[in-house]
């Protein structure tokens, strides 16, 4: 069973250009996460999706981030512009939520770099 | 206070021996916990989760939850090299809101 999957692996971009995130979720799992993970960090949530609602985005800093996930499956999530201190890495993680089971399995992350 | 707490580490112990692994966290109301190990440059990998007050087996991995303790635990029995890595706690409340500690830094030594 291919695991989440997200692209581009790495990005290099100049501060204040935008820059997006993709991710495709285990098949399956209903519920989407993006995380941003700083060094020496544990991951923190940005936004949460329940299929294609978001359920919790409070720690999603709306002025820059937005993100979107159409029909429920695929998710982007956008910077724009960005700054320097978004230089971090960009986690997505799926879960099937049923009853108590709801394991969350990360994808192999984004490294943005912002010079 | 953090919601979710970890000594940082470095925890060092000698192949064979058990690692202990401990996290505290702050809402009474928190139901699911979660164990992930992360390596250098890769992202979290999922080896154990517990619901339930007591112990939970899984090869050499034992997760021990004490909800009126608001302590979990992860022991590594037969520690290998190969566990060395960065040990992630997470901790889930009523609302599924998730939260992670910032990690325990473990070093197997041959």
């Known amino acids: 069973e291919a695991g989440v999957v997200q692209s581009p692996r790495y990005k290099i971009i100049e501060k204040k250009q935008p820059v997006a995130f993709w991710c495709n979720p285990i098949?399956?799992?209903?519920?989407l996460y993006w995380y941003l993970q700083n060094l020496g960090q544990g991951p923190e949530l940005l936004i949460r999706?329940?299929?294609?609602?978001?359920?919790?985005d409070s720690q999603l800093p709306k002025d820059r981030f937005s993100a979107e996930r159409l029909k429920g499956v695929d998710s982007t999530l956008k910077i724009q512009p960005a700054e320097l201190g978004d230089s971090a890495v960009y986690l997505c993680a799926s879960s099937f939520r049923s009853g108590q089971s709801h394991e969350q399995y990360f994808g192999p992350g984004t490294r943005l770099t912002v010079t | 206070q953090k919601e979710v707490e970890q000594n940082s580490g470095p925890l060092s112990v000698p192949e064979g021996a058990i690692a202990s692994l401990n996290c505290t966290y702050s809402?009474?109301?928190?139901?699911?916990f979660f164990w992930y190990r992360q390596y250098s440059g890769k992202s979290p990998e999922l080896i154990m989760f517990i619901y339930s007050n007591g112990d939970k087996e899984d090869g050499r991995f034992t997760a021990q939850l004490n909800k009126a303790s608001q302590y979990v635990s992860l022991l590594i029995r037969d520690s290998q090299p190969s566990d060395s890595a960065t040990y992630l706690c997470a901790v889930e409340s009523n609302n599924n809101d998730m939260r992670f500690g910032a990690g325990t830094r473990l070093t197997v030594k041959p």
């Open positions: 098949s399956g799992h209903n519920t």
């Open positions: 999706y329940e299929n294609e609602e978001a359920v919790d």
């Open positions: 809402d009474r109301g928190s139901q699911s």
